[in-house]
């Protein structure tokens, strides 16, 4: 179990994580939610009703890592032109999207997010400061998300390119003195998790 999901009765999963390893991942689900920004809580005196149905914004995320979790949803440099439409189109299509969609989604994340650091949080640590993380179904579901999400996050600060997402890129080969080092490592261990759990919940 060290270091990798397993299966666990009743549709869950379990690993077993040292006091550095928690940290990591508890620094990391907190950035990640720092990075999504605030949920959208009503103020004083605000119609909460009114709230659900307030639309997202309509342009792309400048932050390149934001703008790889909340992605157009037509057209742009990753997607191929749908139809034969224009281009102009497709940007229309994607912002008409994107007002409808994105606030839902960035909730999605956040609650993805909590949930790493709640279930982090709840963990009772053995004398040498590991624990072992228990989740039910719906967390592991969570933990998958909020994996997928930090490996974006990351992937798109390292300017991971398709060729290293298979494995075969220079990311492997960095020296250990290059600054880039403990965020490729990250990348990487956060990869091989993301993995296991995937195949701790194959039937």
């Known amino acids: 179990m060290a270091g990798h999901f397993e299966a666990t009765p009743g549709g869950g999963a379990a690993v077993a994580l040292d006091e550095v390893e928690i940290s990591i991942l508890r620094s990391l ?3 990640l939610l720092e990075l999504i920004g605030p949920g959208d809580t009503p103020a004083d005196g605000e119609d909460p009703l009114a709230a659900l149905f307030a639309e997202g914004p309509s342009k792309p995320p400048s ?6 979790l909340f992605p157009d949803a037509y057209g742009g440099p990753d997607r191929p032109a749908e139809g034969g439409k224009p281009e102009e189109e497709l940007r229309e299509l994607s912002s008409e999207f994107r007002r409808f969609t994105e ?3 960035r909730s999605g994340k956040r609650d993805d997010a909590v949930t790493v650091v709640r279930t982090l949080d709840a963990l009772s640590p053995t ?7 228990t ?10 998300r909020s994996l997928n999400d930090l490996r974006l996050t990351i992937g798109t ?5 398709d060729e290293d997402e298979g494995g075969e890129g220079s990311l492997y080969r960095l020296p ?4 880039r080092k403990p ?21």
């Open 29 to 31: 689900a907190v950035q």
């Open 63 to 68: 932050d390149p890592a934001l703008a790889r």
């Open 103 to 105: 606030n839902d989604l």
């Open 127 to 133: 004398g040498d400061g590991g624990a072992v993380l």
């Open 135 to 144: 989740l039910t179904g719906d967390e592991c579901r969570s933990w998958l």
């Open 157 to 161: 600060r390292l300017e991971v390119s």
């Open 176 to 179: 250990d003195t290059d600054p």
């Open 183 to 203: 965020m490729v490592m990250a990348y990487l261990w956060l990869g091989a998790l993301q993995e296991t759990l995937v195949e701790a919940l194959m039937p």
